[in-house]
């Protein structure tokens, strides 16, 4: 039986971006890159550089709003903007909402209305969409669901090194967590945040990256303190980690385990002289990622020790990529079209690294 053009056309998800900002870029050009998925429209709520960049890229573009003044301005720029948030949820199967922390519910509502799938980012409390998404963690649980949250950053990290270690031990006992954030102060593109010239403990202790950890992996026991320091590049982890009596592991073991895991990188400092989070950034532009972006998370051979059943190691977060990827699992797990997480990441990553030339 031969395919009507139709009947191809249906198997390809559409997907529309909402905020085209930091996340919604990249989250657009990760599903563009996609052969199962397409992008239908994205939305900026006024006309910027950032509505030029859609136009080149071939993204229909949409105003944020529905209001008719909101949408002539884009014209008025000389943008064609195809219509308000309504008509592009009209020829979507799910919406990426990348709008900034907390302005999702109002958002959620209009998906809802729409009979859309959404799915959030991090900056959005787990109590809005009853569902978070990494991967690693709980592809499976996520299968069909109508509306998610991909994890901040910070937990995605987290999630990358932790769930395989307790994967390879939850038959032995539980393991607990201590970890420390040490967070970049601003992305790059950010003008108005800091400290510039200080070290900025989070004062909400512990810090929500732990809880929020075991919304994806609730039999991982963390907890976690942050602190903002004057960098824009990444984010550090400083992590301490308790095994079960009789966990069976070694350093060597641990470092095989990330070494098959998908999405980390494990290199040794002082054999690469990538000791900084500034040469492993500089790594990733080397390698010729778009925005000199890097997806996985990067742990230091050298830095990784198991004393009997304590291990401690530090890893580097690329804080605006390392959740992109996973966005575009999220969409095959709500839209039922990959139900192995290791071969839709394995499927993700490949277009991504031919789109992005590595
Ligand atoms: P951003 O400010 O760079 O981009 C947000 C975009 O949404 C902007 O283009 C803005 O104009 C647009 N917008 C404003 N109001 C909107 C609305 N009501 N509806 C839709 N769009 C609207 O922000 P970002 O860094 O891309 O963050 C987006 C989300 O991703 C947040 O939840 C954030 O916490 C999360 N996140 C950010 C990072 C990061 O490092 N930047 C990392 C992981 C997760």
């Given at each position: 039986m031969s395919f009507s053009e139709g009947s191809l056309k249906q198997m390809v998800t559409r997907v529309a971006i909402?905020?085209?900002?930091?996340?919604?870029?990249?989250?657009?050009?990760?599903?563009?890159?996609?052969?199962?998925?397409?992008?239908?429209?994205?939305?900026?709520?006024?006309?910027?550089?950032?509505?030029?960049?859609?136009?080149?890229?071939?993204?229909?573009?949409?105003?944020?709003?529905?209001?008719?003044?909101?949408?002539?301005?884009?014209?008025?720029?000389?943008?064609?903007?195809?219509?308000?948030?309504?008509?592009?949820?009209?020829?979507?199967?799910?919406?990426?909402?990348?709008?900034p922390g907390k302005v999702g519910s109002e958002n959620l509502e209009k998906y809802r209305n729409a009979g859309v799938k959404s799915i959030f980012q991090g900056g959005e409390k787990h109590a809005l969409t009853e569902k978070s998404y990494t991967s690693s963690a709980n592809h499976s649980e996520n299968w069909g669901v109508d509306c998610t949250r991909v994890v901040s950053c910070n937990t995605t990290g987290l999630s990358r090194t932790l769930v395989p270690i307790y994967d390879a031990v939850k038959e032995t006992g539980k393991i607990s967590v201590n970890s420390v954030m040490i967070r970049r102060a601003a992305d790059p593109g950010d003008s108005s945040k800091g400290p510039i010239n200080a070290i900025k403990p989070v004062l909400k202790v512990p810090s929500h990256h732990g809880p929020d950890l075991m919304?994806?992996?609730?039999?991982?026991?963390?907890?976690?303190?942050?602190?903002?320091?004057?960098?824009?590049?990444?984010?550090?982890?400083?992590?301490?980690?308790?095994?079960?009596?009789?966990?069976?592991?070694?350093?060597?073991?641990?470092?095989?385990?990330?070494?098959?895991?998908?999405?980390?990188?494990?290199?040794?400092?002082?054999?690469?002289?990538?000791?900084?989070?500034?040469?492993?950034?500089?790594?990733?532009?080397?390698?010729?990622?778009?925005?000199?972006?890097?997806?996985?998370?990067?742990?230091?051979?050298?830095?990784?020790?198991?004393?009997?059943?304590?291990?401690?190691?530090?890893?580097?977060?690329?804080?605006?990529?390392?959740?992109?990827?996973?966005?575009?699992?999220a969409i095959r797990a709500m839209m039922q079209t990959e139900e192995n997480w290791k071969a839709s990441v394995e499927k993700t990553d490949k277009a991504i690294s031919t789109y992005y030339g590595i």
């Open positions: 909402n905020g085209f900002g930091t996340i919604g870029k990249r989250v657009a050009d990760a599903v563009d890159a996609q052969d199962d998925m397409e992008i239908v429209g994205v939305t900026k709520t006024r006309p910027s550089f950032g509505c030029e960049l859609a136009v080149r890229k071939g993204y229909p573009l949409f105003c944020t709003f529905d209001g008719e003044e909101k949408i002539a301005a884009f014209s008025d720029a000389g943008y064609d903007c195809k219509g308000g948030l309504s008509d592009l949820l009209a020829i979507c199967d799910v919406i990426v909402d990348c709008s919304t994806v992996k609730p039999e991982i026991d963390i907890t976690s303190l942050a602190v903002a320091v004057p960098t824009t590049i990444m984010h550090l982890h400083a992590i301490t980690l308790t095994l079960p009596s009789g966990h069976g592991l070694s350093t060597e073991k641990v470092l095989e385990i990330w070494g098959n895991t998908p999405r980390v990188i494990v290199m040794n400092g002082s054999k690469t002289r990538i000791t900084s989070t500034a040469e492993v950034m500089e790594l990733a532009r080397d390698i010729g990622r778009k925005w000199g972006d890097l997806h996985e998370i990067f742990v230091w051979e050298d830095g990784v020790s198991l004393q009997e059943d304590t291990l401690y190691y530090f890893q580097a977060i690329h804080q605006e990529s390392d959740v992109i990827p996973e966005n575009v699992d």
